[in-house]
Every structure is written in structure tokens, then in C-alpha cells.
């Protein structure tokens, strides 16, 4: 066969299966995908590429699926004025934002008779949709006309059952009938800060979920905050090592047990005198820690935290705390069992499941079955961590609420777990083989990324009708007032790189965006919440313009808002459905970027595709470009070329200047959301996390520390240096009622104006449980 009728049905092949044979890269220049890329990551969707006879059968599998499927396995209708759950709900719906017509449900013209249509509904009521039309052109290529349908006004929203017969054939499907889009975000600030960095006296090494609810608190008391953005705080490995990657979890189902406060466990109150001096033995050390930079070490910590802990699962519980335990272990069901488990097991085998004995490796099996009757002690154990969790995730969401924030915790969700996870091992059958994700090459990370996690199986995530990721969504959004989706992507198209490749040869992947979009936008619906996608890097322009469409805020990162032309974009230019900030955790802090640290770390590093000077030279490009724009903006009082020889000197004498400028850069912009990264307001310059990086750098691993390296903990924050590094925002904050979102507004407006000190954070706290 001629070599380039192979080429292309090859092509056919892969996009019939959402798989990117070619793609823009970062410069804006076409990449072609190489073909074993494209051939391995087909093999793992299942699909044989192998040879173009293979290919051929497989074009004709995929033709014949479409011929006769009269439905995907979810269906998804959109409707306006859906009456959900708005009891926290900060924005709603504006007469700006033009309403789109309920969605159709399309099935194929028959060709066997009359089609008919009947929606079973969640509480097992039957309706009939209503015919709505008969169109050419269809859904895909194989079906030339399809006949339309609307659900009958009145049709609750949720989950329901669709089925369709046509003569001889019938098939059903899931049916969610979803908001069009989220109500609008109103107008206001927070903060951003990586949890684990941000320590108290009183904490053990690492911030907890004590030292968050402190935090909000303080921040709505003192500053007007809205919402205080966290990094994941997902579930990592119950046996040593611990990672400590945030982004690269065991779970995105379940938190990890690592941010508890052991004091706030109710059994701790119930101590005996020697039980409790055995915990505060355990703590002490721990707490002296927090005085020095020393670097957070998750080990240490889990080994006296988890002693604690099952000192305290050993004590009794009376009759109304087991019967809300129980209630908890009900609600949550067979993923907590699975889980608990999965825990229980890797405590003997490792947290890598992949390496366990092979009987065990089936979640279903009867080995795993035996295993948990043998180890119901430990499985309990970490069932009893997950309601702890859950009682402080809501102890801070309440806090952060009384405290006068609107929002309150925005949580963050990663857009993976770890090949060996928990999660890759409950849903083994949910993900590809043999893949990872990660990033093409960009500006600052020129050679690619591979996150060493294990993408969704597209179809068989769908056949699954999103389950786990709805459950996921669910979990995230239960204790908080947002949702930030770490790269928003996810939801539409993830970078496979196939195992063995380079990370820069690997290929995008489609997922059904409409119904994934749909389940995020019904889960924050449910419960009023703000959804925020991390839309940075080589993103599909249909991309943002969906998320927009659907209420989802993108994001927008001050260093990377330029125009067509490289210049830094205008304040009045940026996007207003958009958190925006300066930087990310995956770059220096604002004074640490103002001196090219990132040049000197990545050139130390070896992960620079040019020479240092080059890198250089183009950093002091661009610092010229905005502090140029910052001029003209009135936001300086220094001239910037004053700026640069300083800086070009080592000197720091103009660094709260340029940081308190850029926060009023953001302060002038659209944006629906400010983010302000707490490491920035008290000075940090040293960067959380250095991509590409595993041991070489201590990525998650930084302490908050200020400009002059002196640890910063939560019990002696500078409000006066924050006061005046975040003047502007702080006013918009105030000022937040006047483009007509008098909700927040007001919320904000007597946040700014409450007095106190972060001395009397724990009476606040105390309050609020």
C-alpha cells in the first residue's frame, strides 16, 4: 500500500479516537506528533495501529460503531433556570450574560419504524421528551440525518435514564440535565497560599487544617478577604516515603491525614494524663522545628502524627460519636472501604501497588477481599482519618464563613494522582496503560513534562458515566466555597507521553468536554460554588471560550498577559472572567523573579534548551517592558531604569515598590477574582516548586519565610507590611458592591473595616465550630 494512503488512514484512525496527530506549540508554530507516538498511544486506548492491515479493521470497527449506536453512555442536556441548591450561591445569573436555548436530544433518524424516547427519572417518575425536529448532517460522519428532542418543562435536574428503541434496537444511557453555566462571579480578592508552608506555634512542622481556618479568619477579619485559595490537600502514601508533591496524590477522591491537627480531634479531650503527655512528647519536637527554615519533612511528621492518631482511634467513642461514625463510613460507602484498604495494604507491601504480589492487585479479587478481613483494624483506622478530615475540612470552611468571607476555602484539584495510587488501583480498568501526563514544551519548561501520572481511558471514564470523577467533584466541593482546576485542560484534551518517550513526543487525547464540563458545573451548582480553571501554557482557544461560557473562571498570570506583538498587555485588557494573579507556585516569588532567580535555578539545573545569558538578557526584556507599563500607569515613583541598575546590582531597595505596584496593576484590571500569593505579601523569595525537578531542588518542601529569610509563621504576620503592599486591592475589595454584586461587595466592605489582631485567631475559631 502506498505509504501515504497509510499516513492517512492512520490519521483517520486517531482522530476517530480524539487522538492529536499534530498540534500549536507555545512559539505558535505547528508540531507534527511522531507516528510511534501515535501508534503506542492507540494501543493503549485499545485499538491496533500496529500495521496499516490493523488500521484498516480498525477504521472499519470505529464505522461500524457508528452506524449503530443510537447513544453515547452520557447523555447531556443543558437547561436555563435550573432550580438548584443556591443556599451559599455569591453571584447569580446577570441580565448581561446572554441565556443560551435548552439543549436536544439528538439520536439517529430511524430507519425501522418510529423512535421512541422515555426518561426514567431519579425518583423513578417516567416522561416523555418531546419531538423537536428532523436535521441533515447528524453528529458524526456515518449519519446523515438525526431527529431531535427536549425534555418537557418541569424536568428536574440531575441524574436521570434515557431510552430510545427503533424497531428491533433499544439502548440506554445516562441522562444529566445540567445548568447552561454557573451564576457570575462577583467582584473581589483573596489570598493564595500552599498550606503547608504557612506554620503556627502550634502546629506540628507544617501547616494544618487548624492554621487554614486561623488563616481565613484572620484574613477576612483583618483585610476584607473573600476566599483563601489552598493548594490540593489530597490523600498522599499512609507509609513512608511520603511524597511531597501536592499535585501528585494517592487520591483526589480523599484528603491526607498529614493536615490534621491532633488536638482537634474530640478524643484528645478524653486523654488520660499519660496518653496526653505521650501526644505532646510526640509534638514537641515538631513544634521547636517551625522556629528554623529547615525544610518541611513529611516523613518525620507522618511517624508522629500517625502514633498520635492511633492513640486516639484506640479510645473509646460514645454511643452519638460512633453513630455519626457509622453514618459517615454509610455515606461515603464502597469508595472509602476501597480506599481504606488500598491504605491497610500498602502499609505492608508499599504504596506502590503495582509492586504488590499479584493476587492483590485486583481491587475485586478474593485475595483483597481476604486481605481486609485480616486487616479490618487498620482499614477502620483509615476510614476513622477520613471522617477526622472531614470534620476539620468543615471546621475551616465554617470559620472562614463566620468570619465574613464570601467564598471562604477555594480548594484546589489536581489534575492527576501517582501511577501506583490508590486511586489508579480502585479504578485500574479507568485508566491507559502504560501512559503519562504531562505538558509540551514551553517557555519555561523547554523540554517538556511527564507528571508520572496515569491518564483517564476517555471511553471507558464515559462508559463508567464519570463516576469517580463526579465523586471527586463532589468530595472537593463539599467543605469549601470554590474549586480550582489545576490545568483546566483536563477537562478537555491531557498530553500523553507514552512510557519510554521524551515528554516533548507525546501527543493530546480528547475527552467528551461537554459532558465533563457539564458534571464540574453541576456538582458547583449544587453547592453555590466558584470554579476556577487554570487555563495557562498551549490551550485550545474553544477551550476558554467553553469554560467562559459555562460560568468557569480562567485564570490569568500577570508575567504571561501580552499582546499579539510580545508587549505586556494593559490592565483594561485583561479578561474578566478570570482569577488574576502575578505569579504561580510554579514560579519565584515576585521579588525572586524581580532578581532572575529562576535563570540562575534552572541554569544550575541543567534545564535551559539556551544559554544562560540569552535567558538573561530576555528576562531583563521583559522586566523592562512592565516596569515601563507600571510607569505609565502611575504606579511608580522611582523611573524604572533607576529600578533596573538597582536590581541589576543585587540591590532589594526597590522591591516593595515594584510588588505593591503590580498588586495595583491587578487591582485596575476586570477581573472577577484577585489572587494575592501570601508569599509575596510578606516577602518570600524563594520558589515552592521547580518543574522538571524531583530531588534536585526542594520543591514543596520551602517554609514561609520573609525578604530577609527569617522564618514567617502564621501567629506573627506583618499586618502592617501587608496592609501596605496590598493598599489597592484591599480598596477594590472594599469598593467590590459598586459594579452591582452587593452580595460580596457588602461582605467585603465590613471585612475591611473589623479590627483585630492574629492573637485572638483562636477565639474566632473556637466561635466557629
Given amino acids: 500500500m502506498d505509504r ?13 479516537h480524539r487522538v492529536g496527530t499534530g498540534y500549536v506549540d507555545w512559539r505558535g508554530r505547528e508540531a507534527a506528533v511522531p507516528r510511534d507516538t501515535i501508534v503506542a498511544v492507540l494501543a493503549a486506548l485499545g485499538v491496533d495501529a500496529s500495521t496499516p492491515a490493523a488500521v484498516r479493521a480498525e477504521l472499519a470497527r470505529l464505522e461500524e460503531r457508528g452506524r449503530t449506536r443510537l447513544l453515547p453512555p452520557v447523555v447531556v442536556y443543558r437547561a436555563e433556570d435550573i432550580p438548584v441548591d443556591r443556599h451559599r450561591r455569591v453571584g447569580t445569573p446577570s441580565a448581561e450574560v446572554p441565556l443560551m436555548r435548552p439543549d436536544e436530544i439528538a439520536v439517529p433518524a430511524s430507519a425501522e419504524g418510529i ?13 416523555q421528551p418531546l419531538p423537536a425536529g428532523h436535521t441533515g448532517g447528524g453528529r458524526g460522519a456515518h449519519t446523515t440525518s438525526h431527529e431531535t428532542y427536549r425534555l418537557p418543562e418541569g424536568t428536574p435536574p440531575g441524574w436521570h435514564r434515557l431510552h430510545v428503541r427503533q424497531g428491533s434496537r433499544e439502548q440506554s444511557a445516562a ?10 462571579t462577583a467582584r473581589t480578592w483573596g489570598l493564595m497560599a500552599q498550606l503547608y508552608s504557612v506554620r503556627s506555634r502550634a502546629s506540628w512542622a507544617m501547616g494544618d487544617l487548624r492554621d487554614l481556618a486561623d488563616l481565613a479568619a484572620w484574613s477576612a477579619r483583618d483585610l476584607g478577604a473573600d476566599f483563601v485559595l489552598v493548594n490540593p490537600l489530597h490523600a498522599a502514601e499512609p507509609a513512608l516515603p511520603v511524597n511531597p508533591s501536592p499535585y501528585s496524590p494517592m487520591s483526589r477522591r480523599f484528603a ?22 505521650r501526644v505532646d512528647a510526640l509534638a514537641r519536637p515538631l ?14 511528621i507522618w511517624e508522629a502524627k500517625r502514633a498520635a492518631l492511633e492513640l486516639l482511634h484506640r479510645q473509646p467513642r460514645g454511643t452519638r460519636r460512633q453513630q455519626e461514625y457509622e453514618r459517615f463510613r454509610a455515606r461515603e460507602g464502597d469508595p472509602l472501604t476501597a480506599f481504606a484498604t488500598w491504605c491497610a495494604l500498602a502499609e505492608e507491601h508499599g504504596s506502590d501497588w503495582r509492586r504488590w504480589p499479584a493476587e492483590l492487585q485486583d481491587p475485586h479479587g478474593p485475595a483483597v477481599t481476604a486481605a481486609r478481613e485480616r486487616l479490618a483494624g487498620r482499614v477502620d483506622f483509615h476510614a476513622w482519618l477520613q471522617w477526622q478530615l472531614d470534620e476539620q475540612l468543615a471546621a475551616a470552611q465554617s470559620a472562614a464563613r463566620a468570619s465574613g468571607m464570601a467564598l471562604g476555602v477555594v480548594h484546589d484539584l489536581a489534575v492527576g494522582v501517582g501511577q501506583g495510587s490508590a486511586d489508579a488501583w480502585i479504578y485500574r480498568s479507568l485508566f491507559a496503560p502504560g501512559m503519562s501526563v504531562g505538558a509540551p514544551p514551553d517557555e519555561f519548561n523547554q523540554r517538556g513534562q511527564d507528571w508520572g501520572q496515569p491518564p483517564w481511558h476517555p471511553e471507558r471514564l464515559a462508559e463508567a458515566e464519570y463516576a469517580p470523577y463526579r465523586s471527586m467533584l463532589a468530595a472537593a466541593l ?6 480550582r482546576l489545576d490545568h483546566a485542560m483536563q477537562v478537555s484534551r491531557l ?14 487525547v480528547g475527552y467528551d468536554r461537554n459532558a465533563m464540563l457539564s458534571c464540574l458545573v453541576w456538582e458547583a451548582a449544587r453547592t453555590g460554588a466558584v470554579v476556577v480553571g487554570e487555563d495557562l501554557g498551549t490551550v485550545e482557544p474553544e477551550v476558554r471560550e467553553d469554560l467562559a461560557s459555562r460560568g468557569i473562571l480562567g485564570t490569568s498570570l500577570l508575567w504571561f498577559e501580552r499582546d499579539r506583538e510580545g508587549r505586556p498587555r494593559r490592565p483594561a485588557q485583561w479578561r474578566e472572567p478570570s482569577l488574576a494573579t502575578v505569579g504561580t507556585h510554579d514560579m519565584p516569588p515576585i521579588t525572586g523573579f524581580l532578581h532572575g532567580d529562576h535563570v540562575g535555578l534552572r541554569e544550575r539545573l541543567g534545564l535551559l534548551t539556551r544559554s544562560a545569558a540569552e535567558e538573561e538578557a530576555d528576562h531583563r526584556r521583559q522586566l523592562t517592558d512592565w516596569l515601563a507599563l507600571l510607569a505609565e500607569e502611575g504606579l511608580l515613583t522611582t523611573r524604572p531604569d533607576e529600578i533596573l541598575r538597582a536590581l541589576a546590582a543585587g540591590s532589594t531597595e526597590y522591591d516593595e515598590e515594584v510588588v505593591t505596584a503590580l498588586h495595583a496593576l ?11 500569593a501570601l508569599a509575596d505579601a510578606v516577602g518570600e523569595r524563594r520558589t515552592q516548586n521547580q518543574p522538571g525537578t524531583s530531588d534536585e531542588y526542594p520543591n514543596w518542601r520551602v517554609p514561609l519565610a520573609d525578604a530577609k529569610g527569617r522564618p514567617v509563621l502564621l501567629d506573627d504576620l506583618p499586618l502592617e507590611r501587608i496592609h501596605t503592599l496590598l493598599a489597592p486591592v484591599l480598596k477594590r475589595g472594599a469598593s467590590g458592591s459598586q459594579d452591582g454584586d452587593e452580595a460580596v461587595g457588602d461582605v467585603a466592605q465590613q471585612g475591611a473595616g473589623r479590627d483585630g489582631s492574629p492573637g485572638d485567631r483562636g477565639d474566632q475559631r473556637g466561635q466557629a465550630r
Fill in 4 to 16: 501515504a494512503v497509510a499516513d492517512e488512514q492512520l490519521i483517520r484512525l486517531a482522530r476517530g
Fill in 175 to 184: 441522562l444529566l440535565v445540567a445548568p447552561s453555566r454557573l451564576g457570575r
Fill in 666 to 676: 491587578l487591582a485596575r484590571t476586570p477581573a472577577r477574582l484577585v489572587g494575592i
Fill in 478 to 483: 463539599r467543605h469549601g466555597g470554590g474549586l
Fill in 256 to 277: 491526607g491525614p498529614l493536615y490534621l491537627r491532633v488536638e482537634d480531634v474530640p478524643e484528645y479531650a478524653a486523654l488520660g494524663p499519660a496518653d496526653r503527655e
Fill in 115 to 127: 423512535t421512541e424516547l422515555s426518561v426514567t427519572l431519579a425518583d423513578g417518575e417516567t416522561v
Fill in 495 to 508: 498530553w500523553w507521553v507514552p512510557e519510554g518517550f521524551s515528554p516533548a513526543d507525546g501527543t493530546y
Fill in 287 to 300: 513544634r521547636e522545628n517551625v522556629h528554623t527554615l529547615d525544610e518541611i519533612d513529611r516523613n518525620r
